[in-house]
């Protein structure tokens, strides 16, 4: 195991997926922007991968994300 890793910097895998959830929310909060476009943006093979990747990040699928930061602003 390298050092830097042993040490607990996160994976480029941890670092990459929380940067692309980061950047998912941003674009699902003030946007109408198709949720499979954003996938898409991303870089996510399909709408059910994306879907599956922040519900596993956030608790919720992304168009209960949009419809509460909707209701919230």
């Not at 954003?38 to 879907?51: E, M, N, P």
């Amino acid at each position: 195991m390298p050092s830097w890793l042993a040490k607990g910097v996160q994976t480029f895998r941890a670092l990459r997926n929380e940067e692309h959830f980061s950047v998912a929310r941003k674009l699902l909060e003030p946007t109408n922007i198709p949720i499979v476009e954003i996938g898409a943006i991303l870089g996510v093979a399909s709408l059910s991968v994306f879907t599956e990747a922040f519900l596993r990040l956030s608790g919720t699928p992304p168009t209960a994300w949009r419809t509460r930061s909707s209701d919230t602003t």
